[in-house]
């Protein structure tokens, strides 16, 4: 859910402006639940929680339907939302128009992986912990969690734009973390973007996360390992490259070849010293957010 400061966006404020109402999205997002079971948890009456939830209904954040239990139909809830993105400027003009598309994380078409390294599906590990040639496995296509020591992962997003379409900004977002033997919450890893083969900027992932489950993750999965990442957002305007707003270079849109029929992505931990390196990348059913790697792509029609 991408929100601006338009009064379209202003109902998820307001509905995100009560702690009672927050409380609700924290229990929600542990299991899905009854407005009976919710009034119980937070000591309210079914009629308060109830408003709250139509408040969190009307903002999409939060969906249900009606399920019968032992007799009766009950009113069950769930969230709707993995994440927010707040743009605090206006959105682009009205004519400008939005392609989005969502590359599962095994869907690349080149990589380079070095143990400690594997890959996932949300049922089961494909092939064996540390062994590279299992990120060439048929089943990689299915996979939501993949990880090295070094090396990259590179993807092809197809272009749909035409000769009388004007790009304005392009915006992937994604989990990611570092890489380290088990689990380590102190260990750095300088992360590269590129391009079209053009070098974006540098993100510095802060640690491999596993000291509590992602919300997401499987309850198969070993304790030991990756749980988490850091959801990240980059984006590429005419005024250079930002990573969460900050700006990570220089790099602009014209400076990058766009006018080709696919753009080649890709993402790569810096070679480093002991202590430090790596990438896990999360895709749904992993982590705390449930997607893939979302590419946006903001264009106008020319006149």
């Not at 599906?121 to 299992?134: N, V, Y």
């Not at 070098?199 to 000291?211: A, N, R, V, Y």
Request: glycine share 8%; hydrophobic share 35%; proline share 4%.
């Amino acid at each position: 859910m991408l929100l601006t400061t338009d009064s379209v966006s202003l109902k998820v404020y307001e509905a995100l402006a009560s702690e009672a109402r927050l409380k609700i999205i924290d229990l929600l997002y542990r299991k899905e639940m009854s407005i009976k079971e919710l009034a119980a948890e937070l000591f309210l009456s079914n009629a308060i929680v109830s408003s709250h939830v139509n408040k969190l209904e009307q903002a999409g954040i939060v969906g249900s339907h009606m399920r019968r239990v032992n007799g009766g139909t009950y009113k069950y809830c769930h969230v709707k939302q993995e994440y927010m993105q707040i743009k605090l400027s206006p959105i682009f003009e009205t004519a400008t128009t939005c392609q989005e598309i969502s590359v599962p994380v095994g869907h690349y078409t080149d990589y380079e992986a070095w143990p400690t390294c594997g890959i996932a599906t949300t049922t089961k590990m494909i092939g064996q912990f540390d062994h590279p040639a299992c990120f060439m496995d048929p089943e990689r296509v299915n996979a939501g969690i993949l990880w090295f020591a070094r090396g990259f992962v590179e993807y092809k997003v197809p272009n749909y734009l035409r000769k009388d379409h004007q790009l304005k900004e392009i915006e992937i977002s994604m989990e990611i973390s570092s890489e380290a033997p088990q689990v380590n919450e102190n260990w750095p890893s300088d992360i590269c973007f590129s391009l079209n083969h053009k070098k974006l900027g540098i993100w510095t992932s802060p640690g491999d996360f596993g000291e509590q489950k992602g919300r997401l993750t499987p309850e198969w999965w070993h304790s030991d390992v990756n749980q988490y990442g850091v959801l990240k957002v980059l984006r590429i305007n005419e005024k250079g490259t930002f990573i969460d707003g900050q700006r990570i270079s220089d790099i602009n849109l014209n400076e990058l070849q766009l006018d080709t029929p696919y753009w080649t992505f890709s993402i790569s931990p810096e070679d480093a010293a002991f202590g430090r390196g790596g990438l896990t990348l999360f895709g749904k059913g992993f982590g705390n957010y449930n997607q893939d790697i979302l590419i946006r792509y903001y264009y106008e029609h020319l006149s």
